[in-house]
């Protein structure tokens, strides 16, 4: 294969992409190459630019009125908050464990 | 009003974790983002599966767009388009009760020119022209319907090999009429 003829199978395995025609396997190789390959990313971005005008005539529907809320919920406050949660119970733990620890201590020394 | 400025400053604030930016990019394009996703997968659970995805990825991912090359409502729609072909393909039925929570439709208010006009960006539409009527359909149920190589061999009564072929030729022909 030339150069040329190599260039321009890219360009048409490059356009099956975008168009989502590739099969999964075909489509993680394919992935891969764009990783690595700069043309690719070129070809791909020429044929999105194109085919995107075939959704100009989808209109608009707007989302539950929720969901937005909930996107927030999930992007901002639960990022960190799984964590401290974990973080404080696990602290409150040991802290219930040493006031017992001292408390059996307390008593022996009691006994004592 | 929407223009390419404007979403391209608010993706470069949200690349940079700006939350009110976030917001506003999603007042802005959601509605279509959620057409497409909706076109694609005919579904509401599973068009508003992809929709929390993409947005999630423009959220993460918000810093690649001035790489890739591409406008920033391409961009959006791009992923858009991609989350709702995964979905279809893989046929993930796992939504989550919050992304169903208040299936209640609200009217957004949509700034006209937010849609790519096709007068602006012909130039595929021109070309397409040049093909038979059928085989440029082909392209639009491919991109937009999200029908796979099957698909298409199913709904023009054709073999796969020769649906590939077809589509083959004709990116060809497509390619040079848009002088690449």
Request: with cysteine; glycine share 6%; charged share 25%.
């Amino acid at each position: 294969m030339t150069q040329s003829e190599a260039k321009n199978t890219d360009k048409i395995l490059a356009g099956e992409y975008v168009l989502g025609l590739l099969s999964i396997e075909e489509n993680t190789q394919f992935e891969a190459r764009l990783e690595t390959e700069p043309h690719l990313r070129r070809y791909c971005a020429d044929w999105l630019e194109d085919f995107v005008t075939l959704t100009d005539d989808i209109g608009e529907v707007a989302p539950p009125a929720g969901f937005y809320a909930g996107l927030e919920k999930r992007l901002f406050d639960t990022q960190q908050a799984p964590e401290l949660a974990a973080k404080s119970g696990s602290l409150i733990r040991f802290v219930l464990g040493a006031v017992v620890a001292m408390g059996i201590c307390v008593l022996i020394l009691v006994a004592l | 009003m929407a223009k390419t400025e404007e979403l391209e400053r608010l993706l470069t604030q949200v690349a940079a974790g700006d939350r009110d930016a976030f917001g506003d990019l999603y007042a802005l394009t959601s509605g279509k983002l959620f057409g497409v996703c909706l076109r694609i997968l005919a579904s509401r659970p599973k068009a508003q599966a992809a929709l929390w995805s993409t947005f999630v990825e423009i959220w993460q991912d918000a810093k690649s767009v001035p790489t890739s090359g591409l406008r920033p409502m391409t961009w959006m729609i791009h992923v858009a388009h991609q989350k709702s072909m995964q979905r279809l393909r893989l046929d993930l039925a796992d939504v989550s009760p919050e992304m169903l929570a208040d299936e209640a439709q609200t009217k957004g208010e949509w700034p006209e020119d937010l849609v790519l006009k096709p007068s602006e960006y012909g130039q595929l539409i021109k070309c397409m022209e040049v093909l038979p009527w059928e085989r440029s359909a082909v392209f639009r149920l491919a991109f937009v319907e999200g029908e796979t190589y099957p698909d298409l061999a199913a709904h023009f009564d054709l073999p796969v090999d020769t649906m590939r072929t077809w589509v083959r030729q004709d990116l060809q022909i497509l390619s040079e009429c848009l002088e690449r």
